[in-house]
Structures are given as C-alpha cells and as structure tokens.
C-alpha cells in the first residue's frame, strides 16, 4: 500500500535506472538485506533527491557499491557523535541512544539533507521489512522513530504528515524530486 502511495506522489519516472544486484548486499553487509520498499524505490526511481535538499542514498558501483554503506555509516555516526560530545542543549546525552552498524541492530543511514541530518533503519528486527526510520535532527539535538518503513516514512515527509518534516525538505517551490544516479552512476535510460 504505501509503495502505490509513494509511486502516485512521486508519479512515472522518466528514465530506468540500472537494476542494483541486491543478492550480493548481505556478503558486503554481514548478513543484512535492504528493505523491499527500498530496494523498490532505488530500483524504480534510482538514487534521488526531494525537494533539492533531502537525498536517498542508493548504492552505487562507481563510489563502492554496497561497502560503501559502511563508510557512509561511518561518516554519519561520526556527524552525530560530534553533537553530542558538544551539545548545545543540557538534557541532550553524552552519547547517542543508538549504536551503529556493525554493532547488532545497529544503525543503518540511507538518507539526510544538506544540513547534517540523517534517516536511518534501526536494523534490530531480524525482518527487515519491519525496520523503523529513525531520524536525527542535528539543529535540535532531537532522535525521533517513525514505526513505518521507507515509502511510508518518504510519503508522509512528502505530504506534510510527519511532524518534522520542514526541518528536512527544502522549499515547496523546488521540484519534489530529481534524478540523481543509478547503480552504473549515470542516468539510466529513458523511458520509451
């Protein structure tokens, strides 16, 4: 249901994106495999971007492929463990509530903005069509858990239902999304 929600909020791609080998992610991934509704929407829709600002990341070949979500889990933690050794708000932890990939369910980002904040699964749940979105505001100081998967978390950020949406997306005036690569790290091609 919320795959359909998101197609018909996104509408029709204009291009195909090279389809990502996801077979080969949990050798890279000590077991882990992406959400279905994620792989859907790489694989529909590529790697994108809403609203100019907040980005999916999708695996490319030409940065890494599937290893590179461990850099770019690296990287993110790395973001948010600096805001909590410094925080700007007395009730905000020394460290955050969360533990990242590879540490068992772990954190795992797939997305964030220009700004500094992130989404991630929060991959406890051995079903990972089951994982929450976890949010990260970094100006706030702020974790927040969205119960729903990818495409519910992106249509409801999309359509103003999750109350922290304005802190993650750029100007409604902005295009709601854009290409931005495929596996290949290119365009795709375009639909017929």
């Known amino acids: 249901m919320t795959v359909e929600r998101l197609a018909e909020l996104l509408g029709a791609p204009d291009r195909r994106p090279a389809q990502v080998p996801w077979e080969d992610s949990a050798a890279v991934l000590d077991g882990l495999r992406f959400p279905a509704d994620y792989r859907w929407l790489v694989d529909t ?20 492929g599937f290893a590179a979500f461990r850099a770019y889990t690296a990287d993110a933690y790395e973001q948010v463990e600096l805001v909590h050794e410094e925080p700007r708000f007395p009730e905000t932890p020394d460290r ?12 795992l ?4 903005d220009n700004r500094g904040n992130y989404v991630f699964w929060l991959t406890a749940d051995p079903d990972q069509d089951r994982w929450p979105v976890v949010v990260w505001i970094a100006d706030l100081e702020l974790w927040d858990v969205f119960p729903g998967g990818t495409t519910a978390f992106l249509a ?13 997306l750029g100007s409604d005036s902005l295009p709601l999304w854009e290409f931005e690569a ?8 375009p639909i017929a």
């Open 109 to 112: 980002p797939w997305g964030g």
């Open 96 to 107: 955050p509530p969360y533990e990242m990939l590879p540490e068992p369910g772990g954190l």
């Open 156 to 168: 409801a950020l999309i359509t103003g239902e999750y109350h922290l949406g304005r802190e993650l």
């Open 182 to 189: 495929d596996w290949n790290g290119r365009g795709g091609r």
């Open 45 to 64: 829709y590529g790697e994108i971007r809403i609203r100019s600002d907040f980005g999916i990341y999708g695996p490319r070949r030409d940065r890494g």
